[in-house]
C-alpha cells in the first residue's frame, strides 16, 4: 500500500498524541501559611517515602513557608519542628490545589486546612 505524505504525516501525529497525552500531568498548588513561632522542617512527599520538594528548615517568622505551584496528582505536605523532629504531622491532597496554616509553636502547634486565598499571594 501506498501512502501520501499527508497520511503519514496524519498517522505520526496521532501516534505522538496517544504516546504523549496520558503522559501530561496537571500541576497544583500548595501553601503554607504560617501564624507560629519558631523554626520547622517543610517538606513534601509522594506518599510513599520519596520527598519531591524539601524546603527545608523554615523560620514562622515568613508569612509564608510555603508556596509551590507544581505539586503533582498525589502528595503529602510534611511538617515538624526543630526541637522535636519526630513530631512529624503530614496532610494526603489528592487531585486538588491546597493551602494550610501552621499555628502555635515548637511546643504546641497545629497544622490545619485554610482557604487557598490565605496562602497565594
Not at 37 to 59: H, Q, S
Not at 75 to 102: A, G, M, T
Amino acid at each position: 500500500m501506498q501512502y501520501s505524505i499527508v497520511s503519514r504525516n496524519l498517522i505520526f501525529i496521532f501516534l505522538i498524541f496517544f504516546i504523549v497525552t496520558p503522559h501530561m500531568t496537571q500541576a497544583y498548588y500548595t501553601g503554607i501559611a504560617a501564624n507560629c513561632a519558631g523554626v520547622f522542617n517543610v517538606y513534601v512527599t509522594d506518599c510513599n517515602g520519596k520527598v519531591i520538594r524539601n524546603k527545608g528548615r523554615v523560620n514562622c517568622a515568613s508569612q509564608h513557608i510555603l508556596d509551590w505551584y507544581d505539586a503533582p496528582s498525589v502528595y503529602c505536605v510534611h511538617l515538624n519542628p526543630q526541637l522535636h523532629p519526630k513530631d512529624n504531622r503530614y496532610k494526603y491532597v489528592q487531585n486538588s490545589d491546597s493551602c494550610f496554616e501552621l499555628r502555635g509553636n515548637e511546643i504546641s502547634w497545629s497544622f490545619h486546612d485554610k482557604e487557598l486565598s490565605d496562602c497565594q499571594h
